[in-house]
Antibody
């Protein structure tokens, strides 16, 4: 059974940093792209970042470029999101998801972790 | 303002057929396949349709997807109360070099 479990969310002040983790099981982690998606309160889903199988390639939504870094450790079946210079508008539930092999679909999702940026 | 445009709401009575549209451009839907997600508040989003019209295992065949040009649509027939949720379309955008989501459509079963 595929499982993705996020952790690391919490309350942080504007300008602060936070590192999210996503531990995965039930599939060959090193064979798939992985991604982060967020949902701000009362808003829709927003894609944040994506990384290829070996960590050599990544893409970001413009609003987080230069502030967030996606990474992975295939030996630990883990995906990470380092978030720096956090802003109030980064407040959201952050989901990690596995990317399927066809057409950039996100076929399995975690339950999400809440990040609140507030003073 | 989302790159992909969806109606904010849709509704139907049990047993009816409902269609949700998703409009984009040549850099996203026009040149890539479309995926659809179902999201209930407080739960993990669920992949409902991928590669325009492919159903993942476990998704009933009363749910279908299609794409034409720079638009896509999701159809749900035999509407059931359990279908009440938020629905999102998504695809890769070659100009933005990233995945884009629609703004979401809240489906209400009356």
């Amino acid at each position: 059974e595929v499982q993705l479990v996020e952790s690391g969310g919490g309350l942080v002040q504007p300008g602060g940093s936070l590192r999210l983790s996503c531990v995965d099981s039930g599939f060959t982690f090193s064979s798939f792209w992985m991604t982060w998606v967020r949902q701000a309160p009362g808003k829709g889903l927003e894609w944040v970042a994506i990384m290829n199988e070996d960590g050599g390639g990544q893409y970001y939504v413009d609003s987080v470029k230069g502030r967030f870094t996606i990474s992975r450790d295939n030996s630990k079946n883990s995906l990470y999101l380092q978030m720096n210079s956090l802003r109030a508008e980064d407040t959201a539930v952050y989901y990690c998801a596995k990317v399927g092999k066809l057409g950039w679909n996100f076929d399995y999702w975690g339950q999400g972790t809440l990040v609140t940026v507030s003073s | 303002q989302s790159v992909l445009t969806q109606p904010p709401s849709a509704s139907g009575t049990p047993g009816q057929r409902v269609t949700i549209s998703c409009s984009g451009s040549s850099s996203n839907i026009g040149s890539n396949t479309v995926n659809w997600y179902q999201h209930l508040p407080g739960t993990a989003p669920k992949l409902l349709m991928y590669y325009n019209d492919q159903r993942p295992s476990g998704v009933p065949d009363r749910i279908s997807g299609s794409k034409s040009g720079t638009s896509a649509s999701l159809a749900i027939s035999g509407l059931q109360s359990e279908d009440e949720a938020d629905y999102y379309c998504a695809t890769w955008d070659g100009s933005l070099n990233g995945v884009v989501f629609g703004g979401g459509t809240k489906l209400t079963v009356l």
